[in-house]
């Protein structure tokens, strides 16, 4: 097979290419700045230069020798790693080794923090947890202390699966958050066999309310409810908590990283940091669903429809006793400047 090359009969084009790349990512500031340094100083001599940039004699030479050497490619006088090229090596103590050894002997799976109080009792070495536990990690590169890993058999095909850890991510919490937040969360509901879903979301200031019901319990069906969300709601949407269902993962967080929303997520078997959301499915659940199962089962886009209604008498209409006896958007109102319009605030399009 022919390859076709574009360049073909270009002469010295690639070559050019190349040093432009080289010059564009692989010279440093530093580099061009040193290059202009020893310039002035073939130009104007070593006093000149030595008032006006601070470069001892030697550095000068070192430069200037480093240049040479490489055939006058700048690269050279980037800036050299300064770490240390012989490094200390730890090296564990032949009493401490055999120490470790022969208590692992009774539990292989004793910790650092144990190993470190039997040294001080016994007197070994008066060692911190974290110190015994660099021993204990150099100890298993060399072979001495045995690696043990962990099996599962698989239900499907009946093999063994090593059992590797897993590296959780880091979830940020609303712990001392001060400012709007929105809580969601989602109802599940079965009639006769037939499984549908209701994801909810709140605001936590004003109380304004939305719901939507889905077939699936996906990311995408949760990515759909945000979008709705922040289409009818009076607020400016800047935080969101959820739990940490995965209905509220993959595309959800990915469209709230987009639209630079902070996705706050609860704690594990943590309700009561979701209070309000949890409260508003109850009545949600009360109030209507329990009277529309049969709907929401065989007709959910009927259903939604008449969601919609009873959630437009729900932020309008009914009083809240945490809002002093207002309705949401009563209380959003209140809280407006006189000049700011509330025109088309309630329409569901």
């Known amino acids: 097979m022919q390859i076709f090359n574009k360049f073909k009969g270009t002469k010295g084009f690639l070559s050019m290419y190349e040093r432009v790349i080289r010059f564009r990512y692989m010279i440093t500031e530093q580099a061009k700045q040193r290059t202009k340094i020893l ?14 940039f601070g470069v001892s004699r030697p550095t000068l030479f070192r430069w200037q020798k480093e240049l040479q050497e490489s055939g006058g490619k700048l690269e050279a006088l980037n800036k050299k790693s300064t770490a240390p090229k012989k490094r200390r090596k730890r090296e564990i103590p032949e009493a401490i080794q055999n120490f470790i050894i022969n208590e692992r002997k009774f539990d292989p799976q004793l910790s650092k923090d144990k190993l470190s109080v039997l040294m001080r009792q016994d007197g070994v070495a008066n060692l911190s947890s974290s110190t015994v536990g660099r021993m204990l990690n150099d100890l298993k590169k060399k072979g001495i202390l045995p690696k043990y890993t962990k099996f599962s058999v698989s239900g499907k095909t009946g093999r063994l699966l090593e059992r590797k850890p897993k590296k959780s991510r880091v979830k940020l919490r609303s712990k001392g958050h001060t ?24 605001d936590k200031e004003n109380k304004f309310a939305f719901a939507y019901a889905y077939k699936n319990h996906s990311s995408d069906s949760s990515t759909d409810f945000m979008k709705k969300f922040q289409s009818v709601a009076p607020l400016s949407l800047t935080h969101v908590q959820t739990d940490n269902g995965s209905e509220f993962a993959s595309h959800f967080e990915m469209y709230l990283e987009k639209t630079g929303i902070v996705h706050f997520h609860t704690y594990p078997r943590c309700p009561k940091m979701n209070t309000e959301i949890e409260r ?70």
């Open 39 to 52: 310039a002035f100083w073939e130009r104007y001599g070593l006093p000149a230069t030595k008032e006006a």
């Open 280 to 349: 508003f499915n109850r009545t949600l659940s009360d109030a209507f669903i329990k009277q529309n199962r049969h709907l929401l089962a065989y007709d959910i886009d009927a259903f939604n429809q008449k969601l919609i209604d009873w959630l437009l008498w729900y932020n309008t209409r009914r009083p809240h006793w945490s809002l002093g006896l207002v309705s949401p958007m009563q209380y959003i109102v209140s809280t407006l400047s006189a000049k700011e319009s509330h025109m088309l605030w309630t329409d569901t399009n």
């Open 179 to 202: 400012g709007g937040l929105v809580k969601a969360d989602s109802i599940v509901r079965f009639t006769n066999g037939i499984k549908r879903y209701i994801v909810t979301a709140i």
